[in-house]
């Protein structure tokens, strides 16, 4: 059996601290067969049922990709006019996104139609299919910044029309949007943080004891 040592579980907590939703990306391609391999990294994830829900959509099309940016200017606009006064002027300030700058573009959908795992798991929670596709994004994510590579996650869609311009299976559920690219700069803090939106609160303030 691998085990790990204190400082193997060091590094780790380096990365999960390290591992940031980048916005600001270089425009520089990542080396060819990167996100593929990151994909195989992504597929390592626990699955319901070993159901393997994930799927993955590599989003290279110039004319699909700039659907996917209107679309986020249309579903942005529409977020900004839901706040008011000060947190709007905040919210107008935010860059959200990196769909201009990042070399990379991929969606990922949750298969709930699956037939794989025989639907062990899934009787009582079928959303388990798309936690199982979630696990494989974080997955995914950890891998990328153990790289070096930025990722941000873009949720200001709609998921229908992500969907449509997409062209993938009606049973398939949008799960998010995701630009990769190496990053302009890198910090430990969230760039919402330093933004003024919002602050990390204690940890324990999430645990209830029963």
């Not at 004319?63 to 200017?73: L, N, S």
């Not at 990053?183 to 602050?199: F, H, I, K, N, Q």
Request: glycine share 6%.
């Amino acid at each position: 059996m691998t085990s790990f040592d204190d400082a193997f579980r060091a590094r780790l907590r380096d990365l999960l601290v390290w591992r940031r939703d980048v916005r600001r990306f270089r425009t520089d391609p990542l080396p060819a067969g990167t996100l593929e391999r990151l994909i195989e990294v992504a597929c390592l994830a626990p699955s319901v049922g070993l159901s393997q829900p994930w799927r993955f959509v590599i989003v290279d099309d110039p004319a699909r990709r700039k659907g996917i940016v209107e679309d986020f200017a249309a579903c942005n606009a529409d977020a900004l006019r839901s706040y008011s006064g000060e947190r709007a002027a905040r919210y107008a300030t935010l860059k959200l996104d990196g769909l201009k700058e990042a070399p990379c573009q991929l969606a990922v959908f949750a298969d709930r139609e699956t037939m794989t795992g025989h639907g062990l798991g899934r009787r009582t929670m079928p959303e388990m299919a798309e936690y199982s596709v979630v696990t494989a994004i974080h997955t995914l994510w950890l891998a990328a910044r153990a790289d070096g590579i930025g990722l941000g996650w873009v949720s200001i869609l709609d998921p229908a029309r992500v969907s449509d311009i997409l062209d993938v299976p009606p049973s398939w559920r949008f799960i998010g949007y995701f630009c990769l690219g190496y990053p302009l700069c890198v910090s430990d803090t969230p760039e919402l943080e330093r933004a003024g939106w919002e602050t990390r609160q204690d940890p324990q303030s999430f645990v209830l004891r029963r």
